[in-house]
């Protein structure tokens, strides 16, 4: 049983990366398709294609390997003639589609050519081109050359005669930056609606004013440390006991007001405890459905210092600071409460710069992971980890016995939404093939036309993407070393669900 429920850990993992990836292409494929661009194929995952169907114009189709998807939309490299056209070319022209208009008349010149000339080898003196591509250039010269030639035709592939106006780099800039941001913005909005549903739906686990343990004695801080130290937790007849402990009061008693107060919360009955020290006060239960009160003399006790999160304060020794303050001697049942609606702001803020932070020190995390691999050690719970390593927690928490259920969902729910804001913020690094890279690629193109226009040099062409060719296979190598040494470690040093929540 616990097998098949760890299988279907990571059939559910698997289907939430298959349903983010999706709905990422999904917010550059509606624009896209809005905006008049030719949508050739949407696709989830890389590799092999599992299943596809053709709809309309475009095919829609699942491959083998989750690590990504895409849209192919013409025009991600715009022809040579695109890109060498300026206003000045084309007559009473000033916009971007009339430079599209003229370099396609270009490229058919280009294209009759190659033909023409293939078909006529009457004269010695003319050249024959056996070898040319769709551009009519043949194929020859340098390595490099011929790479950014094959890469222009390769993504100019299924525009026919006269829809060079549906191709991508035919946009103008507010468009192409929708087209390319509309990805990463459906992310964030996932991302935003799931931690929406864990936090204000299901709640964050959190102290309770039901009693979960009575403490017997009232042992100093310090003392209760070197106890824990020596591995001796008992109560010794010197010991004085809790007023929790004298009065009676039970494991699954829930605390409803103290000294006449309502308890609002298990911090805030805290601090009523710590102000009472040495009093007698009022405390009234609710225990198998009835109300009681009882009169608890509250003791004054060596207790940690906290912060307003409740967090031990220490000292520069690292020493846990104590102070003399009201002890009643009762821990409390964790439960699950949703947040306030007016912290859900702050909280979705904290998570996406949290996000970026950890996307900033990433190469460095790297390093140090390639370092473990080599080396061997421990991995950090709070390092790194690939779509491997994140199914193998998956699959731990559907079949851990740990949590109940509803933790199980909120833990899943909580993986999902952090690989969506990770996800916004991975594409949106300024380099290609990433949408950040072309989204770079427009505001230089945008500012390189105001610029020109500023000049009085008029419109001009299409930056030349394919000229970063080397910059993207660059970036596509580090992706693929990053991939491999994250599913080795994850494969060979996995990091644990015991790692990440402990237990």
């Not at 829609?60 to 695109?82: D, N, R, S, V």
């Not at 390595?143 to 829809?163: H, K, Q």
């Not at 004054?300 to 210092?305: F, L, M, V």
Request: hydrophobic fraction near 40%; include cysteine.
């Amino acid at each position: 049983m616990t097998v098949l429920l760890y299988i279907l850990g990571v059939i559910l993992f698997l289907a939430a990366i298959g349903l983010s990836i999706g709905l990422h292409e999904i917010g550059h494929l509606v624009p896209a398709k809005k905006f008049g661009v030719k949508v050739t194929n949407y696709m989830i995952g890389f590799g092999p294609t599992l299943v596809s169907f053709k709809r309309g114009e475009t095919r829609y189709g699942i491959k083998l390997l989750p690590l990504g998807g895409f849209i192919a939309m013409p025009g991600m490299y715009p022809p040579k003639e695109a890109t060498h056209t300026r206003a000045q070319d084309v007559p009473n022209e000033k916009t971007v589609q009339g430079i599209v208009r003229e370099a396609a008349k270009k490229r058919h010149a280009n294209q009759e050519l190659a033909h023409s000339q293939a078909q006529d080898h009457t004269d010695p003196q003319q050249p024959v081109v056996t070898d040319t591509r769709e551009d009519g250039t043949p194929r020859k010269g340098r390595l490099f050359e011929n790479t950014l030639a094959d890469a222009r035709e390769f993504s100019n592939r299924g525009i026919e005669p006269g829809e060079e106006h549906r191709t991508f780099y035919a946009l103008n800039l507010p468009k192409r930056l929708v087209v390319m941001f509309g990805g990463p913005f459906m992310n964030l909005l996932l991302g935003i609606a799931i931690l929406a549903l864990v936090l204000l739906g299901i709640g964050v686990p959190g102290p309770s004013t039901t009693v979960a343990t009575v403490v017997e004695c009232a042992v100093p801080a310090s003392e209760a440390q070197a106890r824990q130290a020596a591995g001796n937790d008992d109560c010794t007849p010197k010991d004085q006991l809790t007023p929790a402990w004298e009065t009676g009061i039970k494991p699954g008693d829930k605390i409803l007001e103290i000294g006449g107060t309502p308890v609002e919360s298990w911090d805030h009955m805290t601090e009523q405890i710590r102000a009472a020290a040495g009093t007698t006060v009022p405390i009234k239960l609710e225990r198998d459905g009835q109300v009681i009160t009882k009169d608890v003399p509250i003791i004054t006790s060596e207790r940690p210092k906290t912060d307003e999160n409740g967090a031990p304060i220490v000292n520069s020794d690292g020493i846990p600071e104590t102070e003399q303050a009201g002890f009643l001697g009762v821990s409390p049942t964790q439960e699950l409460n949703p947040i306030p609606v007016s912290e859900f702001p702050a909280t979705v803020w904290s998570s996406i710069t949290q996000t970026f932070s950890a996307l900033f020190h990433l190469p460095q995390r790297l390093v140090e992971i390639g370092q473990i691999a080599i080396s061997g050690g421990d991995r950090p719970a709070d390092g790194p980890i690939g779509v491997v390593g994140i199914g193998r927690v998956a699959g731990e928490i559907v079949s851990t016995d740990l949590f109940d259920v509803v933790d199980k969902v909120q833990l899943g729910l909580s993986l999902v939404a952090s690989l969506n804001f990770f996800l916004f913020a991975f594409n949106l690094v300024p380099l290609l093939p990433l949408d950040g890279g072309h989204i770079a690629v427009a505001l230089y193109e945008g500012a390189r036309r105001r610029i020109n226009l500023a000049r009085g040099r008029g419109i001009v062409g299409p930056f030349d993407t394919a000229r970063l060719l080397p910059l993207t296979y660059g970036v596509v190598g580090v992706m693929l070393v990053m991939t491999f040494l994250l599913l080795y470690v994850d494969l060979f040093n996995p990091i644990t669900l015991r790692d990440l929540f402990g237990g």
